[in-house]
T-cell receptor
């Protein structure tokens, strides 16, 4: 079946602009995660959704970052007033049950969106 | 907080050599442990996992055993192939969201 998809695959923007990154999880997966992968920081957790709610936003690096999920499916990560340090690959993952699945739940990753802020 | 310490790379091996990539972790509670692999130009893929102590995860000739007493999850393969060249990430799932905490990644290059 279809895996996790993300769009765009690449985004180049100017400092100060807003960007939106989209994630389509695997059909039927209730949990959705955003991570980012950067040279200096490695792979970092950003936010987690269970259904449409986000019980854990602890990884968002600043209030310029926000995310939403609608219909228990598609999620959008928005970065306002982008800065050069936001340049990274943004990864989305989904899993079948999230917390409800306990230790057996497995996250499946999309190909990522490479964001470059000039 | 939770953390994963992974063997620094890069690692370069000849085909058919034995591979070990060390991984140790710090976590509260009982995390699940994972190895993910990222092939050139591709996304992260789950390689194997173990969800409790003494479990052995295995896939594609790779193995790792969840060792609670040494808080380790070392990745091994008896005979590597050129096609195994990739970046390997050790990770644990714990915390309120069971979010993944990753190690820094180990670049493996296998030469023919």
């Amino acid at each position: 079946g279809a895996g996790v998809s993300q769009s765009p695959s690449n985004k180049v923007t100017e400092k100060g602009k807003d960007v939106e990154l989209r994630c389509d999880p695997i059909s039927g997966h209730t949990a959705l995660y955003w991570y980012r992968q950067s040279l200096g920081q490695g792979l970092e957790f950003l936010i987690y959704f269970q259904g449409n709610s986000a019980p854990d936003k602890s990884g968002l690096p600043s209030d310029r970052f926000s995310a939403e999920r609608t219909g228990g499916s598609v999620s959008t990560l928005t970065i306002q007033r982008t800065q050069q340090e936001d340049s990274a690959v943004y990864l989305c993952a989904s899993s079948l049950a999230g917390l409800a699945g306990g230790s057996t739940d497995t996250q499946y990753f999309g190909p990522g969106t490479r964001l470059t802020v000039l | 907080g939770d953390s994963v310490t992974q063997m620094e790379g890069p690692v370069t091996l000849s085909e058919e050599a034995f591979l070990t990539i060390n991984c140790t972790y710090t976590a509260t509670g009982y995390p699940s442990l994972f190895w993910y692999v990222q092939y050139p130009g591709e996304g992260l893929q789950l390689l194997l996992k173990a969800t409790k102590a003494d479990d052995k995860g295995s896939n594609k000739g790779f193995e790792a055993t969840y060792r609670k007493e040494t808080t380790s999850f070392h990745l091994e393969k008896g005979s590597v192939q050129v096609s195994d060249s990739a970046v390997y990430f050790c990770a644990l799932a714990a915390g309120s969201a069971r979010q993944l905490t990753f190690g820094s990644g180990t670049q493996l290059t296998v030469l023919p």
